[in-house]
């Protein structure tokens, strides 16, 4: 199983972004697919996170500028960024808590960063 992890680059203050995370391999089914982020000398932090039936929860930093949404199609999660600022610079992670096959013990997958600068 992987994670692809895309979208991220360099932003305006004020500015947005939209990033995606797709999960490939030997998948079942997707429980929970979350968003983390980890500024240079921080403590890898929580961003959102959502359930399979779409039931989302932010980190308070990030509420009515943030959402999540995802496509159970396409094993995908997506952030929307809007009204970036600059304490939205980090590296931002996926992973997705996921069956590789029936009856099988979930599991937590993580994908590859993805670099957010957000400067004038």
């Known amino acids: 199983v992987q994670l692809q992890a895309s979208g991220g680059g360099l932003v305006q203050p004020g500015g947005s972004l939209r990033l995606s995370c797709a999960a490939s391999?030997?998948?079942?089914?997707?429980?929970?697919m979350s968003w983390y982020r980890q500024a240079p000398g921080n403590q890898r932090e929580l961003v959102a996170a959502i359930t399979r039936s779409g039931g989302a929860n932010y980190a308070d930093s990030v509420k009515g500028r943030f959402t999540i949404s995802r496509d159970n199609a396409k094993n995908t999660v997506y952030l929307q960024m809007n009204s970036l600022k600059q304490e939205d610079t980090a590296v931002y992670f996926c992973?997705?808590?996921?069956?590789?096959?029936?009856?099988?013990?979930?599991?937590?997958?993580w994908g590859q960063g993805t670099l957010v600068t957000v400067s004038s």
């Open positions: 992973n997705a808590h996921l069956r590789e096959r029936y009856g099988s013990p979930a599991k937590l997958y």
């Open positions: 391999g030997s998948i079942f089914v997707i429980n929970t």
